[in-house]
């Protein structure tokens, strides 16, 4: 059983930070490429970011990139999205995921649900204002 907890969404500032944690178990953690989506009012969940543990490298979609970080720690089998430079289209609920696939397959793999099944949390409300 995969599990996946997000936490620490909430309002945030235009301009300001957030950060967001999904907690899991630490064979989860271990076995699993973990990353976050995202999903506006009447749009469909796109991916955000994902940091692969076989080797430490991270990847960002380009709405994202250079304003986020997602990172990993291994003593808490938690994995963090650090959000700055917040701008009204962040607004979304934000979701945890895992997979088996790595890198760049990830984000087709939970699109898709396939080849891998991929595990998905229940997400967490991020909503930013002027």
């Known amino acids: 059983q995969v599990s996946l907890v997000e936490s620490g969404g909430g309002l945030g500032k235009l301009g300001g930070s957030l950060t967001l944690s999904c907690a899991t178990s630490?064979?989860?953690?271990?076995?699993?490429?973990i990353g976050w989506f995202r999903q506006a009012p009447g749009n469909e969940r796109v991916f955000v970011a994902v940091s692969d543990w076989n080797d430490n490298v991270a990847h960002y979609a380009d709405p994202v990139r250079g304003r986020f970080t997602i990172s990993r720690d291994s003593a808490k089998n938690t994995v963090y999205l650090k959000m700055n430079t917040l701008k009204l289209e962040d607004t979304a609920v934000y979701l945890c995921?895992?997979?088996?696939?790595?890198?760049?397959?990830?984000?087709?793999?939970?699109?898709?649900?396939?080849?891998?099944?991929?595990?998905w949390g229940r997400g967490t409300q991020v909503t930013v204002s002027a």
């Open positions: 630490g064979r989860t953690f271990s076995s699993y490429t």
């Open positions: 995921a895992a997979n088996v696939q790595h890198g760049p397959n990830f984000e087709a793999a939970m699109t898709y649900n396939y080849p891998t099944r991929g595990y």
